[in-house]
């Protein structure tokens, strides 16, 4: 049974961090590129970072590059998300997801992903 286990999320001040962990199993993440995607209330959910399945390369959407960092340990089974600087833009529910390495690198693209976690909610206060 594949599963993605999203957690680390919570509520933090404005300029705080945090570091979210997506656990997979039922799959072997290291042949997958994996993704991190939010969606705050009411909007779309949007493209966050991704990163090779080597974890040699990665790709940030323009609003968190230089504060957020992907990162995945794949002897783990697990890929990280460090966030540095958050405000209260970031407030989303942050999700996990992975796309067969074979198809392709990094995507922004949310329907290019086959397995999605439940997400974790991460809520920074102004």
């Known amino acids: 049974q594949v599963q993605l286990v999203e957690s680390g999320g919570g509520l933090v001040q404005a300029g705080g961090s945090l570091r979210l962990s997506c656990a997979a199993s039922?799959?072997?993440?290291?042949?997958?590129?994996m993704g991190w995607f939010r969606q705050a209330p009411g909007k779309e959910r949007e493209f966050v970072a991704a990163i090779t399945r080597s974890g040699v390369s990665t790709d940030y959407t323009d609003s968190v590059k230089g504060r957020f960092t992907i990162s995945r340990d794949n002897a783990k089974n697990t890929v990280y998300l460090q966030m540095n600087s958050l405000n209260a833009e970031d407030t989303a529910v942050y999700s996990c997801?992975?796309?067969?390495?074979?198809?392709?690198?990094?995507?922004?693209?949310?329907?290019?992903?086959?397995?999605w976690g439940q997400g974790t909610q991460v809520t920074v206060s102004s």
């Open positions: 997801a992975a796309r067969p390495a074979v198809i392709g690198g990094v995507t922004s693209k949310t329907a290019a992903y086959n397995y």
């Open positions: 039922g799959f072997t993440v290291s042949n997958y590129v």
